[in-house]
């Protein structure tokens, strides 16, 4: 039987956030400055992402702010509790509905949910990839991460 979209998209944010929270203990361990400023850059959009579900004004919105390894702890964990209520709330049709908000740009978009929490997912991995290389190149092993990885420790154990 295949997954629907919405059960897919709740597993995709289970991942997200057990990603985040192994990448946010390796920066705190490797003291990594600049993978802390991706990490605080990828936070703080995943929190702005949900806002913008409900139609926020973005203008003007720092995406880049500085913040400390604490912080960014505290955001992920609030963050991923939004996420999952939401989630849990919907299925295939829900996700169609759209979102009309405005850019840090200043442009009003809409998309539907599903494009939306597709891109938070896709963004947030991007991000994660620039911060493995950092903690490479500062001499850290960082850690598993991989989607597969977390569907074998979490799904198939």
């Known amino acids: 039987m295949a997954m629907e979209t919405a059960e897919h998209l709740r597993q995709l944010f289970e991942y997200n956030d057990w990603a985040n929270r192994r990448l946010i203990t390796a920066v705190k361990e490797a003291n990594a400055e600049q993978a802390l400023k991706i990490l605080a850059h990828l936070l703080i959009t995943e929190n702005e992402y949900y806002e ?3 139609g926020k004004d973005s203008k003007g919105f720092d995406f880049w ?3 400390g390894i604490e912080e960014c702890g505290q955001l ?3 963050t991923a509790e939004r996420y999952e209520k939401l989630l849990r709330r919907f299925d295939d049709e829900g996700l169609n509905l759209t979102a009309r908000y ?5 442009v ?3 998309n539907t949910f599903r494009e939306m929490l597709t891109h938070v997912v896709v963004h947030s991995s991007i991000h994660r990839g620039n911060i493995m ?3 490479r190149e500062a001499g850290h092993a960082p850690p598993k991460i991989d989607y597969i990885v977390y569907l074998r420790e979490t799904k198939y154990i």
């Open 65 to 67: 702010p500085a913040l």
């Open 52 to 54: 913008r579900l409900y």
């Open 76 to 78: 992920a964990r609030a």
């Open 108 to 110: 009003w978009c809409e």
């Open 102 to 106: 405005r850019t840090s740009e200043g």
């Open 133 to 135: 290389l950092l903690l």
